[in-house]
């Protein structure tokens, strides 16, 4: 765990490069960007270190992307709820002889606040 605000950008500014092939990365995020926020004290507590595990268990595991065949069906999946909101891109391959389904690009981010004012089937 990242012990101060510099280490701790550091850390986000490297997950944030391959935030694309991480699932729900801005929910997972989210608390350790509100750290190195310069309102915030730097307190490392039970939360913080749940995100940080998890953000850097999903670097490692990252899923493999998937080079779309044109003539096969995209599948479109969003989702918004609390303060985040992403999308998943996902094309069907056929891998020997077999149908599997992976991602081609995936997007999440924090609402903002004029966004929160939205019922969540309005922001998706």
Excluded at 28 to 35: F, G, N, P, R, V
Excluded at 43 to 59: F, H, P, Q
Excluded at 80 to 100: R, S, Y
Aim: glycine letters at 4%.
């Amino acid at each position: 765990m990242p012990q101060t605000k510099n280490e701790m950008q550091s850390f986000l500014g490297l997950a944030c490069y391959y935030r694309k092939h991480i699932k729900d990365f801005a929910r997972i995020s989210k608390s350790l960007y509100k750290l190195c926020d310069q309102q915030t004290v730097y307190e490392i507590n039970k939360e913080r270190v749940k995100a940080y595990e998890e953000l850097k268990d999903s670097l490692k595991t990252a899923p493999f992307l998937i080079i779309p065949d044109w003539n096969l069906s995209f599948k479109l999946y969003i989702d918004a709820c609390g303060e985040v909101l992403g999308a998943a891109l996902h094309k069907t391959q056929i891998i020997n002889d077999k149908p599997v389904e992976g991602p081609i690009f995936s997007i999440s981010r924090q609402i903002k606040p004029t966004e929160a004012k939205y019922e969540e089937s309005q922001i998706e």
